[in-house]
């Protein structure tokens, strides 16, 4: 009896045992049963860090250096989960809401969704396409910046060109800090979807940030497999899911049905019949695109109001980038007849934009084009700029920065745009002699922004023609441009008199004991933002010559010099009432002591001082 | 019958040894480092790969087997500078370089250069100098690509014997080349050489040869038959093996550096130069031994 009770122990035991997980256990009988191989668990997740940087909008670092660069985020942590401002990790250009400030700043434009906070983004491919189930981002430095995470249905890796590119939300967030700068691991939770990726795209939001936000590394979490309870776990369709704007515009096309013919044809549209044509027009400004296109599929009459050229004399894409194709443009030609501003950044990219589309669009609504954002556009090419320069003969404001796969020849065209006014051509392949004729030509030019061109060869006569030709030139960044000298600088502040702005951030050449930065502060007495970031020759009398001669300053930044004291930025505070910001990270004469006496004696100005620890 | 066939397997070793000219093996180094600062004290206090004002790196990377190593110039210490720091930049520097791939196998002096202008970009300012010694081995050509800049240097031993080494760099007596970053206000006065004056050279290595890399500390104390004769020692390509015997060579020097009786390198030097003294020269001394095998992942 006891013999026969242990045995039927024993095996009920090893039954058990034997079961293990259940769902390993199922797989491997379902596939004994089928007569195969065990097979490894539905569910097992795989961990990547990213494997390659493809694509971002801006860095803090230079061109080919591994120092404050985008291609820091590839690969695993260097920094985490020590917190900082290191080398080792990828930081944007800009933080917080000083760049906005500027007279340099763009606009706003209208209708630009209430969800849309991006300003800065970078794409990351992984070695393996996953469902995804979790995206770690590791921030070393004032996080709190990511707003949007996504996900491409496209394969980096593979050589085909990319066909039917999709983007999914995997999560959004609105734009926030965290409450201290410390490093943190951030992993919201994200969407499910029924596509697997090896591209993931971050955007960011910097403008809460007290300093520059750092990233260090990424990871993504995913199965192989689809998940096959992700059909349960899939949240209510959301209604901005359902048919994006892309079908909006590609409805357009379609004939509007007519209810009978003319004369049985009912003027019932109510109210809307009453009021005058101006104020529905005004009441359908506060629309978003896709609304705007919804709404001409109602009726007949806001048909007619929501095709009316008057509605899109600015014409932000920005938002769609993601869906955003020729088709679209196509749709929205005949209404765009009016179109004084447009942006395109972030659009077109994969193929999803070719000069067919383009040109077709800029040849019907370029002619009083008056403003053209094409930040990170790298469907452009030549060809395109020729386009530009051939239909927009108003043109005044041209944005191509980041443009960095368009050919140095492609800038030749720019000259012909007489008329511009603002120019940023941050981190493209611009060359000396494309620039030069730009400046010969361009003479209205108030903006300008060459910052990270590295493939212009000698910034000393880039100043010099600019002090000649653009007399009326109002900010400038020279941001890493690496062979500007006294010399050039003396010719320009010479000329240039009526600069607000100087970005001169990172240019290792200008050495104060010429006493070039004295000059500037005697010759631009209109100074608002003076960035001297990293010239490690900046002393006191520079500072004490800008308390005395530039009384308008607002934002100035001479991170990591040692010759500054205490002493002359009182007197620079003092007389300077509208300062706001003051960056003096890493200048060994002023401690963290220091900053917080002067932050107590002029409460109003935002001094930073960056840590390593 | 039996030495029949075990001659004859010999000779067809022999023959076919000698028809394959092209060993298409990857070769690897198996480093070991040892070292000891001037100042004891101080160099204990620092993380691993620096002693006193010396620094070294090691790094892997899937094309090639990087070393290095760095002086830091002691004088910066009067001027409130800590020596060690700019060293030890460096080679961290170097070693991130070629961790991420950037660099090419066949130029050493590309990593001083890439390696240097990285110093420049660090928001800190970085301030010091040392001369560095890099080398680099290439494991599909099998070949040994070095730079050299100042007064560190490498010695290739094969078969009991230096069949190359790196000549000293030197502007004048114990002021060797070397890389530097100077205050604003001493730019001229401080001796700054750029990337490209060191001495580069490539050569073909075989299994089993020796390279040894370290800093003027062990060769101003050691002279070479010391240094082979302690070589001869090491039998195998096992890393306890390559550590001991860098260690035991390391110590020898650090114990030479301070006998006030012995002719050292640098006495004789000296000596031949005028100056009458003796003894060993006390400095940091950091040793990294490498010996040439396969590679194994």
């Not at chain 1, 379902?30 to 191989?37: D, H, I, L, T």
């Not at chain 1, 967030?173 to 499910?192: D, V």
């Not at chain 1, 939001?205 to 349960?232: C, H, Q, W």
């Not at chain 2, 020097?253 to 005028?274: E, I, K, R, T, W």
Request: include cysteine; charged fraction near 20%.
């Amino acid at each position: 009896m006891l013999t026969l009770l242990s045995m039927f122990y024993y095996i009920c035991l090893r039954r058990r045992s034997r079961s293990g997980t259940r769902g390993e256990a199922l797989t491997s009988r379902r596939a004994v049963e089928s007569g195969q191989r065990a097979v490894l668990p539905v569910s097992v997740e795989v961990k990547q860090y990213a494997k390659e940087v493809l694509d971002f909008s801006s860095h803090y670092g230079s061109e080919n250096s591994m120092s404050y660069t985008m291609w820091n985020l590839a690969g695993v942590p260097n920094v985490y989960p020590s917190s900082g401002d290191f080398t080792q990790t990828a930081v944007f250009r800009a933080y917080g809401t000083w760049w906005e400030q500027c007279a340099s700043a763009p606009l706003p434009f209208r209708r630009t969704p209430n969800d849309f906070y991006s300003q800065d983004y970078i794409e990351l491919g992984f070695e393996e396409p996953v469902y995804p189930t979790a995206v770690e981002v590791f921030e070393t430095y004032y996080p709190g910046a990511i707003v949007q995470i996504l996900a491409c249905s496209h394969n980096p890796l593979s050589q085909n060109p990319p066909t039917d590119v999709r983007w999914e939300v995997l999560w959004s967030g609105e734009p926030n800090k965290a409450p201290t700068p410390q490093a943190r691991q951030f992993s919201p939770k994200i969407k499910h979807i029924n596509f697997p990726t090896n591209l993931l795209r971050l955007e960011v939001n910097s403008s809460f940030l007290d300093y520059y936000t750092e990233l260090d590394a990424v990871i993504l979490r995913g199965v192989k497999e689809r998940p096959m309870l992700a059909l349960y776990k899939m949240p209510l369709i959301d209604i901005s899911d359902l048919s994006d704007s892309e079908e909006e515009l590609s409805d357009i096309g379609a004939p509007f049905k007519q209810g009978g013919d003319g004369k049985h044809q009912k003027t019932g549209n109510g109210y809307f019949d009453k009021l005058p044509y101006e104020l529905i027009q005004l009441i359908l400004s506060h629309l978003t695109l896709p609304d705007l296109c919804r709404l001409a599929q109602t009726c007949k009459l806001l048909h007619q109001h929501c095709c009316d050229p008057l509605q899109y004399t600015q014409l932000s894409l920005q938002p769609y980038w993601a869906r955003l194709s020729d088709a679209s443009l196509g749709h929205l030609q005949s209404r765009c007849t009016l179109l004084q501003r447009l942006n395109l950044s972030w659009a077109g990219n994969r193929g999803a934009l070719t000069l067919t589309g383009f040109s077709s669009f800029m040849n019907a609504c370029g002619l009083s084009l008056v403003c053209l954002e094409m930040s990170c556009c790298h469907f452009l090419n030549e060809a395109c700029v020729e386009v530009i320069s051939q239909t927009c003969p108003s043109l005044q404001e041209l944005n191509l920065s980041s443009c960095d796969r368009l050919h140095p020849q492609a800038f030749t065209h720019i000259s012909k745009l007489t008329h511009l006014r603002r120019l940023v051509l941050y981190r493209t392949k611009i060359e000396q002699t494309a620039i030069l004729s730009i400046l010969t030509f361009c003479t209205e030019l108030r903006h300008l922004n060459l910052g990270s061109c590295v493939r212009i060869e000698d910034y000393d006569v880039v100043a010099s023609m600019l002090a000649a030709r653009c007399r009326s030139l109002c900010s400038l960044d020279l941001w890493r441009c690496r062979n500007l000298t006294d010399r050039g600088l003396t010719e320009l502040v010479s000329g240039c008199r009526l600069l607000e702005e100087l970005d001169l951030g990172w240019c290792p050449t200008l050495q104060s004991s010429t006493g070039c930065f004295q000059q500037l502060a005697r010759s631009l007495p209109r100074l608002r933002k003076l960035f001297l970031t990293a010239n490690r020759t900046i002393c006191d009398s520079d500072v004490e010559e800008l308390a005395a001669c530039c009384p308008s300053l607002q934002h100035l930044d001479i991170l990591g010099t040692r010759l500054v004291s205490l002493a002359s930025l009182k007197k620079l505070l003092q007389s300077c009432p509208r300062l706001v910001l003051l960056d003096v990270s890493f200048c060994s004469q002023l401690d963290t002591r220091v900053v917080q006496e002067l932050s107590g004696l002029f409460p109003k100005v935002a001094i930073k001082k960056s840590f390593t620890q | 019958m039996l030495s029949v066939l075990s001659y004859g397997r010999l000779v067809a070793r022999a023959v076919i040894g000698g028809l394959s000219q092209t060993d298409s093996r990857d070769y690897s180094l198996v480093t070991a480092s040892c070292g000891f600062g001037k100042d004891v004290r101080r160099g204990v206090l620092k993380k691993g790969m620096c002693y006193g004002d010396d620094a070294c790196f090691i790094a892997r990377h899937r094309s090639a087997d990087v070393l290095g190593v760095a002086d830091g110039v002691g004088g910066w210490r009067d001027y409130g500078v800590d020596p060690s720091q700019f060293s030890a930049t460096l080679m961290k520097t170097c070693e991130r370089l070629v961790k991420e791939g950037r660099f090419v196998p066949s130029s050493p002096v590309g990593v001083l250069t890439a390696s240097y202008y990285e110093l420049l970009q660090n928001k800190v300012p970085l301030l010091g100098s040392s001369t560095a010694c890099i080398v680099i081995l290439d494991r599909q050509s099998h070949q040994l690509h070095t730079a050299n800049l100042g007064d560190s240097g490498f010695l290739v031993v094969r078969g009991g014997e230096v069949v190359h080494r790196s000549d000293e760099q030197q502007h004048y007596f114990n002021t060797p080349f070397q890389l530097s970053i100077a205050p604003p206000e001493a730019e001229g006065a401080v001796l700054s050489d750029s990337p490209d004056a060191a001495d580069s050279s490539s050569f073909d290595v075989q299994l089993g040869d020796i390279i040894l890399t370290a800093t003027d500390g062990l060769f101003d104390n050691m002279p070479d038959y010391m240094i082979l004769q302690e070589l001869k020692k090491l039998k195998n390509t096992n890393y306890e093996s390559v550590q001991q015997t860098a260690r035991s060579i390391a110590e020898q020097a650090h114990v030479l550096a301070y006998d006030p009786n012995y002719m050292s390198p640098f006495a004789q030097y000296a000596c031949d130069n005028g100056l009458n003294v003796r003894g060993g020269k006390p400095d940091d001394i950091t040793v990294l031994l490498s010996i040439v095998a396969e590679y194994t992942d």
